[in-house]
Each structure stands twice: as structure tokens, then as C-alpha cells.
């Protein structure tokens, strides 16, 4: 059995504190990957989800385009999920970089998104296709009151198979090509 000196002590209550932040950190990350695949049709995408994961002064990137700020974004996770007809995001790796209350964060993830039939039928399709992405997220996220949240999220793909949602962005159907083009 080790003994635990007072001296020993301020430097393993900072250990306990940094696995404590990476914990809860990893939470998030986790709560926002399960949010996107566990709420069918986007219904549960309102104030309460946005606010248990993201800053009122957020700014999210992503293939479907840019988001300023936390209103407006439950809508906007809405109309892109409703796209599909149900998904699966893995998240690995995860980098935390811990600073005082915020810290940094990037993992790869593997993102297969289930066309609905409506937009199988229309291409021709047999039900059950599907649009697979690996990507990587990186962002930062800050201690609140209420917890980590995410500050900034940058999600980006780095290669795609299979056909992509019917109705797209502009700068969605920009890095699908870019993408593709890379895989080419």
C-alpha cells in the first residue's frame, strides 16, 4: 500500500482533476455523437440539446455549411438529419488538450447515414443504400457553469462512398466533388 504524503497531495489532486476534465470532455463528445443517432427524424434536436452541448456564442463548420451561435441551430440539425432515414456516427481517438477551463479536441469518426426510401425510390435505388463518411472533428470547448460545451466544432470529410442526400448546399456539393476528386 503506498502512503500518500502531504506534499504528495496537491500533485495528485491536479492528476485527478485533469482525468476528471478528460472524462467529462470525452462525455460530451460521446453525448454529441449518440444525440445525432438516437433522435429519428431530428425531433429531438430543440434549446435543451443545444444547450447541453454548445455555447450561446458557438460556430460550427461542416460540409453542409456554417453555423453562428446557438440560435437556429436545433432547426438547422433538424432539416440535415431529416435527410436520412436513421445514422450511425463512431467516434475514436479522441486528442484532448486541456488549458485551464477550455481545452482543445479532435477525433476521427465514421459517419453512415441510411438514405430514406423516399429518396431510394426516386434514384432507382434499392432500399437500404447508404452515404459513409470518414471525417475528423476538431473544435474547442470551454467550461461553463453547467459543464463542457462545445465553443467551436470543425467537422470535415476526408473520404466518402456511396451516394450523398439528394438536396445539398452549395458547399456540401463542393466538398462532396473535392472529396471525390482526392479519392480519384
Same mark, same amino acid.
Given at each position: ?12 489532486? /491536479?492528476? &485527478?482533476?485533469?482525468? &476528471? ?11 454529441? *455523437? ?9 425531433? #429531438? $434536436? ?51 488538450? *486541456? ?5 482543445? &479536441?479532435?477525433?476521427?469518426? *465514421?459517419?453512415? /447515414? ?15 443504400? /447508404?452515404?459513409?463518411?470518414? #471525417?475528423? $472533428? ?8 453547467? #459543464? ?9 470529410? &476526408? ?26
Amino acid at each position: 500500500m503506498t502512503t500518500v504524503t502531504t506534499t504528495d497531495a496537491p500533485a495528485l489532486q /491536479h492528476q &485527478v482533476a485533469v482525468l &476528471v476534465d478528460r472524462a467529462e470532455i470525452t462525455g460530451l463528445i460521446d453525448r454529441y *455523437l449518440l444525440s445525432l443517432d438516437t433522435l429519428p427524424g431530428g425531433g #429531438g $434536436f430543440d434549446d435543451d440539446w443545444a444547450r447541453g452541448l454548445f455555447t450561446e456564442d458557438v460556430v460550427i463548420t461542416s460540409p453542409v455549411g456554417r453555423h453562428r451561435g446557438i440560435a437556429g441551430l436545433p432547426e438547422s440539425e433538424r432539416a440535415t438529419m431529416a435527410k436520412f432515414e436513421r445514422t450511425l456516427h463512431l467516434g475514436s481517438n479522441y486528442l484532448i488538450g *486541456l488549458d485551464g477551463d477550455r481545452a482543445t &479536441v479532435r477525433w476521427n469518426a *465514421l459517419m453512415t /447515414h441510411v438514405h430514406l426510401a423516399s429518396t431510394q425510390a426516386a434514384r432507382g435505388a434499392e432500399p437500404g443504400g /447508404h452515404f459513409d463518411v470518414g #471525417g475528423t $472533428f476538431t473544435g474547442e470547448v470551454v467550461r461553463t457553469a453547467d #459543464g463542457w460545451r462545445f465553443r467551436s466544432l470543425d467537422i470535415r470529410a &476526408v473520404w466518402t462512398s456511396g451516394q450523398g442526400p439528394l438536396v445539398l448546399t452549395p458547399k456540401a456539393e463542393e466538398t462532396l466533388r473535392r472529396v471525390g476528386a482526392q479519392a480519384a
